[in-house]
Each structure stands twice: as structure tokens, then as C-alpha cells.
């Protein structure tokens, strides 16, 4: 039954991908919002869905090691498995938007996390200031894109409006339809997952940091290929920065701000440097070029799988 989980929830995965970038780029056109932004927002938001319902189940049941090993774990999935993968198959370009605001947001986000687990703890007022971030964040940015959008070129204006006219109720239904078919396909996938590894026997914070932050990075790895794969790379990228972001000003937010979530010491020691490592690390990438190149991706894929290894041994 759990191999039957498994090869559905990769199927409803990669089905829920398509419709999630599909509604996305229609909300763009249709309210003047740049690609970038909706990848950093809506398209993030949706693929982080499995990972906040995860966290939050698991803190309440009494599980801190996956709900805190689900989201470094997912952090780190992203930028070096599914970014790996991605540039790998494809170019993935880079807005200078991507390098000035989101990856800076990212990298701030990040060394917060790192502070605040550092007592081994992140309690309630610490998730209220990431929840107040990430609200924050997300409307200053559709705000600025917004006036910018609205600011273009004459020409460009008129190419935004013949192409905006989708029903904003057929729009909604797309982005709805896309992340619950995340959220649930996601859930399959983790479920059978996890009754795999309890099987052969492995900690949960093993299963938290791989297994099930693999699980809850699938969206991520299939938004990101759909996006790239439609010429729509800035959605990409900002799917995966942004996702980044919100698993840790959003769902540690809200997590906290539920319950207190007891940190391992191994996770301070070990998982939370190969996190800011790697997320360091993909800054110069997007430098150059102001693209992620085929051999930039298959560093990253090496350094995801250096990290398995170490892991696991």
C-alpha cells in the first residue's frame, strides 16, 4: 500500500504542478504583477502548503525532529536537489530582482532561523516576528510590482491587456485546484514514505531532513521544471527562493506561534550549516550569467548528495 502512495502522490504532484504555473501566469497578466513576484508569492505559498500542514502535525504530535528537520531539510532540497536538477535540464535564467531582493530576504531569513533555534528552542514571540516578516514582505512586494508593472512600456501595456482577460473565478480555481493537488499529493507521498523508512528503521530526524523534505520539495521540483520547461524560468527561480523563504518566516512562524519547537542539537551543529552553505553558495551562480548553468546545477547536485551521504553515515 505505501509504494502505492508513493507512485500516486508523484502523480498528482506533477498533474497539480502544471495547473499551479498555469493559474499563476494568468494572475500575473491579469493584475499587472510581474512573473518573479507571483513565483516568490502564490506559486511558494502553494508548494510550501505540504510542508506547513506537515510542521504544524508534527509539533502537535509531539514530534519537533521532523517538523524542524522537514523545513532545513526542504531549504536545502531546494536550492541544491530541485535547482540542481533543474539547471541540469535546463538554463534557468536569473531576474536582477531574484539577486537585489529575494535571495538578500532569503539569507536574512535564514540567519534569523539560525539565532533563534541557537537556545535550542524557538518560542512564540520569536514565530510572531516571522509571521509579521513574512506578511510584510509579501505586500510590499506586490505593491512594488504593481507600479512597476504599471510603469512599463506603452506597447508592453497593450500586450498585458489582450492577454488578461481570464476570469479572475477560473484563475482562482486554477492556483485553488493546483495547491490542494500539492498539498495532497505531497501527503500521499510523505505517508507511504514514512512507513517505508519506520520499517527499515531510521531516526525521525533522518527521516524529517530526507525522506520527507524530498517528499515536500517535489512541488518545488515540479513547479520548477513545469515553469522552465514553458519559458517561464522566472517563476522558477522565484518558486524556489521564495519557498525558501516561506518555510521559514512562514510555516516556523505560524508553527511557533502554535507551539514551541524544541530544536536538536545536532540540527545546530550540522543540518543548519549545510542549509547556509549551500544558500551562500547559489548567490555567485546566480551571478554569473545571470543564469544557473548546467554545471552549476551539477555541483549542486553533488553537494545534495555529499550531504545524504554524511547524513546517513
Same mark, same amino acid.
Given at each position: 500500500?505505501?509504494?502505492?502512495?508513493?507512485?500516486?502522490?508523484?502523480?498528482?504532484?506533477?498533474?497539480? @504542478?502544471?495547473?499551479? /504555473?498555469?493559474?499563476?501566469? !494568468?494572475?500575473?497578466?491579469?493584475?499587472? =504583477?510581474?512573473?518573479?513576484? /507571483?513565483?516568490?508569492?502564490?506559486?511558494?505559498?502553494?508548494?510550501?502548503?505540504?510542508?506547513?500542514?506537515?510542521?504544524?502535525?508534527?509539533? $502537535?504530535?509531539?514530534?519537533?525532529? =521532523?517538523?524542524?528537520?522537514? +523545513?532545513?531539510?526542504?531549504?536545502?532540497?531546494? $536550492?541544491?536537489?530541485?535547482?540542481?536538477?533543474?539547471?541540469?535540464?535546463?538554463? /534557468?535564467?536569473?531576474? #536582477?530582482? !531574484? +539577486?537585489?531582493?529575494? &535571495?538578500?530576504?532569503?539569507?536574512?531569513? !535564514?540567519?534569523?532561523?539560525?539565532?533563534?533555534?541557537?537556545?535550542? /528552542? +524557538?518560542?512564540?514571540?520569536?514565530?510572531?516576528?516571522?509571521?509579521?516578516?513574512? *506578511?510584510?514582505?509579501?505586500? &510590499?512586494?506586490?505593491?512594488?510590482?504593481? #507600479?512597476?508593472?504599471?510603469?512599463?512600456?506603452?506597447?508592453? #501595456?497593450?500586450?498585458?491587456?489582450?492577454?488578461?482577460?481570464?476570469?479572475?473565478?477560473?484563475?482562482?480555481?486554477? =492556483?485553488?485546484?493546483?495547491?490542494?493537488?500539492?498539498?495532497?499529493?505531497? #501527503?500521499?507521498?510523505?505517508?507511504?514514505?514514512? %512507513?517505508?523508512?519506520?520499517?527499515?528503521?531510521?531516526?525521525?530526524?533522518?527521516?524529517?531532513?530526507?525522506?520527507?523534505?524530498?517528499?515536500? !520539495?517535489?512541488?518545488?521540483?515540479?513547479?520548477?521544471?513545469?515553469?522552465?520547461?514553458?519559458?517561464?524560468?522566472?517563476?522558477?527561480?522565484?518558486?524556489? %527562493? @521564495?519557498?525558501? +523563504?516561506?518555510?521559514?518566516?512562514?510555516? =516556523?512562524?505560524?508553527?511557533?506561534?502554535?507551539?514551541?519547537?524544541?530544536?536538536?542539537?545536532?540540527?545546530?551543529?550540522?543540518?543548519?550549516? &549545510?542549509?547556509?552553505?549551500?544558500?551562500?553558495?547559489?548567490?555567485?551562480?546566480? *551571478?554569473?550569467?545571470?543564469?544557473?548553468?548546467? *554545471?552549476?546545477?551539477?555541483?549542486?547536485?553533488?553537494?545534495?548528495?555529499?550531504?545524504?551521504?554524511?547524513?546517513?553515515?
Amino acid at each position: 500500500m505505501e509504494y502505492l502512495l508513493l507512485i500516486g502522490g508523484f502523480v498528482v504532484l506533477l498533474i497539480s @504542478g502544471e495547473i499551479l /504555473v498555469r493559474g499563476a501566469t !494568468s494572475l500575473a497578466l491579469r493584475f499587472n =504583477i510581474s512573473t518573479l513576484v /507571483v513565483g516568490v508569492t502564490v506559486v511558494s505559498f502553494g508548494t510550501s502548503a505540504p510542508e506547513l500542514v506537515i510542521s504544524l502535525q508534527a509539533a $502537535l504530535n509531539g514530534h519537533p525532529d =521532523i517538523s524542524i528537520g522537514n +523545513i532545513v531539510g526542504s531549504n536545502i532540497a531546494n $536550492l541544491a536537489l530541485v535547482l540542481g536538477i533543474t539547471a541540469t535540464i535546463f538554463h /534557468v535564467n536569473v531576474s #536582477k530582482n !531574484s +539577486i537585489r531582493i529575494d &535571495w538578500p530576504v532569503m539569507m536574512i531569513a !535564514s540567519l534569523a532561523f539560525w539565532y533563534f533555534m541557537s537556545d535550542l /528552542v +524557538i518560542v512564540q514571540w520569536e514565530g510572531l516576528v516571522f509571521t509579521i516578516a513574512i *506578511i510584510a514582505f509579501v505586500t &510590499w512586494l506586490i505593491r512594488k510590482s504593481r #507600479k512597476e508593472e504599471i510603469e512599463r512600456a506603452s506597447d508592453q #501595456k497593450v500586450f498585458i491587456e489582450q492577454q488578461s482577460h481570464s476570469p479572475v473565478l477560473k484563475i482562482a480555481a486554477f =492556483i485553488i485546484l493546483g495547491c490542494a493537488g500539492l498539498a495532497v499529493g505531497a #501527503k500521499w507521498l510523505v505517508d507511504g514514505a514514512i %512507513v517505508i523508512a519506520e520499517n527499515i528503521g531510521i531516526s525521525e530526524r533522518i527521516i524529517g531532513l530526507t525522506i520527507i523534505a524530498f517528499g515536500t !520539495s517535489v512541488p518545488e521540483l515540479t513547479t520548477s521544471l513545469v515553469a522552465t520547461f514553458k519559458k517561464q524560468s522566472d517563476i522558477s527561480i522565484g518558486n524556489l %527562493v @521564495g519557498s525558501n +523563504i516561506f518555510n521559514i518566516l512562514g510555516i =516556523i512562524g505560524i508553527t511557533a506561534l502554535v507551539t514551541d519547537i524544541p530544536v536538536l542539537q545536532a540540527t545546530l551543529d550540522f543540518d543548519i550549516f &549545510w542549509m547556509l552553505g549551500i544558500s551562500l553558495l547559489v548567490l555567485p551562480f546566480m *551571478i554569473s550569467r545571470y543564469k544557473v548553468q548546467r *554545471i552549476e546545477g551539477i555541483i549542486l547536485l553533488a553537494l545534495y548528495f555529499a550531504y545524504i551521504a554524511f547524513l546517513t553515515m
